[in-house]
């Protein structure tokens, strides 16, 4: 099943094409580039009026230009309970995956079905799915290796007023965290990930999709309690399809019985006919 996020009042993606996308952050116009976006674009130039432009290059992150004078350093949006504090980093980052927008209510639905259901959210970033669990009411852990990102999350936390929910913020390497929780004993009723292709744990050791993603499952699976809700795997890797996140999640059904559903996450355009391809999911459910 496609799941196509539609955008919400105070974010939208108004076009894309020629290798970029404009989207609106509040009241703030970006441009970022996408090399999926072959396609031309839907409105005309004049149209395209950003207050903020990011271009990656070779050599580095890539830089911000403001073609319209200062942005804010930081601003913050809504979408219903939740709010993200936007902010423009130096990769071309804003603080949010938006595709992740159809995963939100799912998550939060499934977990108001169980009052304190313990999930974890590895990879968690700024914390959509994290805002989403601990909405439905979860007891969520939220792990990442990156502190300042941690840090962000926190903040959003704090702005959508979860700031006393049960929410256990780590800092720590994905895969390490969950051979630690393995000998610990402690298991969860709810499994949430969205891996990068490429990323780093705070020691400096190397996560790669292609490689690390199979092992940590393997233990991953043992993490779930005896009468888990759901797991969620999602992905934006080059080369990773729907079938592909399908085919990982099979011993899982193997083992425990349950169905799959899964598809690709994509993006609508407001001005017209395009959808943005925002990467793939596969969910499990008992
Ligand atoms: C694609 S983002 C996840 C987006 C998030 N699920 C959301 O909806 O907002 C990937 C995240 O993985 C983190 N990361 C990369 N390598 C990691 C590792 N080895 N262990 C834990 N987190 C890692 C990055 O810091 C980044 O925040």
Not at 68 to 91: D, K, S, Y
Not at 224 to 238: E, M, R
């Amino acid at each position: 099943m496609e799941l196509i996020a539609p955008g919400w009042s105070d974010y939208e993606v108004l076009d894309a094409g020629d290798g970029l996308r404009l989207e609106r952050l509040g009241d703030i116009l970006i441009t970022r580039q996408c090399a999926q976006a072959i396609w031309p674009r839907h409105l005309p130039e004049r149209d395209w009026r950003p207050h903020a432009v990011h271009f990656r290059n070779d050599t580095g992150p890539g830089a911000w230009s403001y073609p319209r004078g200062p942005v804010p350093r930081a601003w913050p949006i809504r979408r219903e309970r939740a709010a993200f504090e936007m902010r423009l980093t130096e990769f071309g980052h804003i603080g949010l995956f938006s595709e992740q927008e159809t995963q939100w209510p799912w998550i939060e639905e499934r977990l108001a079905a169980r009052a304190g259901a313990k999930v974890l959210n590895l990879f968690g970033y700024t914390g959509g799915s994290t805002l989403a669990a601990a909405l439905g009411g979860g007891q969520v852990t939220h792990v990442d290796a990156v502190k300042g990102v941690v840090t962000w999350a926190r903040i959003n936390a704090e702005l959508s007023g979860l700031g006393a929910a049960p929410i256990r913020w780590i800092v720590e390497d994905a895969p390490r965290f969950v051979s630690r929780e393995l000998r610990r004993g402690n298991r969860y009723d709810a499994l949430i990930l969205d891996p990068p292709t490429f990323g780093r744990g705070p020691d400096g050791s190397v996560w790669q999709l292609e490689t690390s993603l199979v092992p940590m499952l393997a233990e991953l699976e043992q993490l779930l309690s005896d009468a888990p809700l759901f797991v969620l795997l999602s992905a934006h890797t080059p080369g990773v399809t729907a079938a592909v996140l399908r085919n990982l999640l099979v011993p899982l059904v193997a083992r425990r019985g349950g169905r799959l559903e899964s598809g690709d996450m994509a993006q609508r355009c407001a001005s017209g006919p395009y959808l943005v391809p925002q990467g793939v999911y596969c969910r499990w459910l008992p």
